[in-house]
């Protein structure tokens, strides 16, 4: 039998069960008395079908099926897990939590996605208190994986460990929360920050572009990779968290901040942080751990230069005003970098499809030097790559540097024909790309002639090249004798 999940409200938080457990495999009832339910949940749909899958280098399950229903009794029957997702009243909540196990079977798991309620106020004057637990999630909840799975003192260890693999089964983190807190972690920490901003601007020190620059740009970034704890471990360098707490800790007692309910720091207290400190990281020494933290600042940071969001869009202003030096009596430098961290697999050199970006970088390039550059683009036209041959030659690895020339090898009309050479520091020859462009109109999506502006251009270096021998390895195709 097929799993099943029930998702008792439809707003963006239910809507998002709905997607994470649909993507996963699982056939989705829905129950939502809002006649706009069906309309925003296959919004929340079409973006997470967008999203979700790009996570992953390997396909998601088939897609569970999607069925709407009129009357709770419908939508519960069969259900593995039911989720309540309704809006944020604990009357409302402990009603239809009522409701629901009066129609459903007492061993599927009932989890409520309350932000604020601890799960002892939910199963008051409930029929079977023992079946209800909260699992909170994160908007967007089909991408965000955090999960607070929060039990009470009479939640038994069975629906707690039934919970952890059905979440964990659809991609998700639980965070098991061992005693019931109102607000339970993560939104304390939120609203922290939170509180400690709308008194930044109250009192005219910050405005909220401001303080969100100051989390985007800086901690948050640490924050995602790494969390609260683990970063101040490496801000306390070799010592270690015993230092960087008697290094800061007394700044706590200062009037820094609105927040000044701040526990004593004993020796208790101090050595159990830094035991939970060891136990956590102790395995990766400080400069290992600073490693992995710039290696994973890196590829957040290049994933945000795509969008050009936060950190990302201030790399791309700074990337702009960086020259290639190009030599135009002889072969055009187009790529000019350093090997990143990402670009290298698993046998530690650099994977094949990077030497196909960087070639696709220095293709960029050559388009920019004959005018083809983004306003060309914008007024609709544009070259595409319609062939490809690549050789692999030698290795690369993370933090080398590259170059790479560009031969213009024939241009006809519509077609232009380029030769990208990639070289190592050291001069030696480690791949060449042969690349056939195709000009394009962009409103027909049909092959068309380059303006006049980019074809003289584009002839200046046609011209220099014209006299230059063929590259070795121009023309080659796959399985070639040498």
Known sequence: MKNKACIVGGGVIGGGWVARFLLNGWDVSVYDPDPQAQRKINQVLNNARRSLPSLYDKALPTEGELLFHENLADAVIDAKWIQESVPERLELKQRIINEIQLLSKVDSVLGSSTSGFKPSDLQK??????????????????????VELVPSVVSPITVLDRAKEILTSIGMKPLHIRKEIDAHIADRLLEAVWREGLWLIKDEIATTEEIDDAIRFGFGLRWAQMGLFETYRIAGGEAGMKHFISQFGPCLEWPWTKLMDVPELTDSLINEIAEQSDAQSAHLSIRELEQLRDDNLVGMM?????????????????????????????????????????????????????????????????????????????????????????????????????????????????????????????????????????????????????????????????????????????????????
């Open 125 to 146: 004057n409930a029929l079977n208190p023992h079946q209800i637990i909260v699992a909170h999630p994160f908007n967007p909840v089909y991408l965000l994986p955090l």
């Open 302 to 482: 290049r994933a945000l230069k795509k969008s050009g969001s936060g950190a990302g869009g201030l790399i791309n202003s700074h990337e702009s005003t960086l020259r290639t030096p190009v030599e135009d009596k002889q072969l055009p430098i187009t790529v000019s970098r350093q090997v990143p961290q990402s670009w290298t697999d698993y046998n530690g050199h650099m994977n094949e499809t990077n030497y196909l970006e960087a070639s696709s970088q220095a293709t960029d390039a050559f388009m920019e030097l004959i005018g083809a550059d983004a306003s060309y683009i914008a007024s609709g036209y544009s070259y595409f790559t319609a062939e490809t041959h690549i050789r692999y030659l030698a290795e690369v690895k993370a933090g080398e540097n590259i170059s790479i020339t560009t031969q213009v090898l024939t241009v006809e009309g519509k077609k232009m024909k380029l030769f990208h050479r990639i070289f190592a520091s050291s001069g030696d020859l480690v791949a060449t790309c042969e690349t056939l462009q195709l000009h394009m109109d962009l409103n027909t999506r049909c092959t068309s002639l380059p303006s006049e502006a980019v074809t003289e251009k584009l002839s200046f270096y046609t011209k220099a090249h014209a006299n230059m021998s063929l590259p070795e390895g121009c023309g080659r195709y796959v399985g070639q004798s040498p």
